[in-house]
């Protein structure tokens, strides 16, 4: 990281972001996680330093600047700037004070599951268990012909059982969403089924356990094979 970090405007945080990029990690983006967002190449750690450093220097700022400045950043269609603005908010503790306004011009871009992962879990997903996100806009995101979207359905269940994420586990909601997506076979929508599923465990392993013998016939073996050995054994494999 930089001695100093100049972060007055957005063109500032992107210049501190390239000054930390590396081609080699872009490189590998290319084949980890293709999209149609410019990719600078941060590592995590340093993403998370850029914004712990970027919300000290806001700590005085009022719930609107912050708002702002992540619609600018996902506006840029800087993948990594596009996670930064998730991350900053969720440190400075809004995300549950987001409209469903704000929330359709902080979606950006979800055509990796970098992004879809991120957004389910830090913001789509916690907007859901509080309501401000309804059942029925979940299950219409999975009757979507994007499977990105249909992926984000899945990971915002995550969101509903992790004690990080405010979740204390639900069960109904978390496999109407699963049981919709059983007969999907999309690579994207097998791992986020199995991811899901998994996430469930700690608070309802009968459920889950019933829902696998139910429909073992029609999973993915991968999911078949990573919630039994998480049933088992308490890991994916």
């Known amino acids: 990281m930089p001695d100093r970090i100049c972060m007055n405007t957005r063109n500032d945080i992107v210049e501190t972001l390239r000054t930390l ?35 000290l220097l806001m700590k005085e700022q009022d719930r609107e600047e912050f708002i702002s400045l992540a619609e600018e950043l996902v506006n840029s269609k800087i993948i990594e700037c596009q996670m930064l603005a998730w991350l900053l908010l969720e440190k400075a503790n809004l995300i ?26 830090i913001v789509y997903g916690v907007l859901w268990r509080l309501g401000t996100v309804s059942d029925d806009e979940i299950f219409s995101l999975q009757d979507s012909n994007d499977f990105w979207y249909r992926r984000l359905a899945l990971v915002a269940t995550v969101s509903l059982n992790l004690r990080s994420r405010g979740g204390s586990g639900d069960t109904t909601r978390t496999l109407a969403v ?33 829902f696998l013998n139910k429909y073992e016939q029609l999973l993915a073996g991968r999911v078949v094979k ?12």
């Open 96 to 121: 549950s004070s987001i409209s469903r306004r704000e929330l359709k011009r902080l979606e950006g871009i979800l055509d990796n599951w970098v992004s879809v992962d991120t957004y389910g879990v």
């Open 21 to 55: 990029g590396s081609a080699e990690r872009v490189a590998k983006s290319r084949t980890m996680y293709p999209t149609s967002m410019e990719v600078i190449g941060v590592s995590n750690p340093d993403l998370k330093t850029v914004v712990k450093e970027l919300h």
């Open 226 to 237: 990573e919630v039994s050995h998480k049933l088992e054994y308490g890991t994916k494999n």
């Open 178 to 210: 699963c049981e919709r997506a059983v007969g999907d076979k999309n690579d994207m929508i097998v791992k986020a089924l199995s991811w899901a599923l998994r996430s469930l465990i700690a608070w309802d392993r009968e459920a889950v356990s019933r």
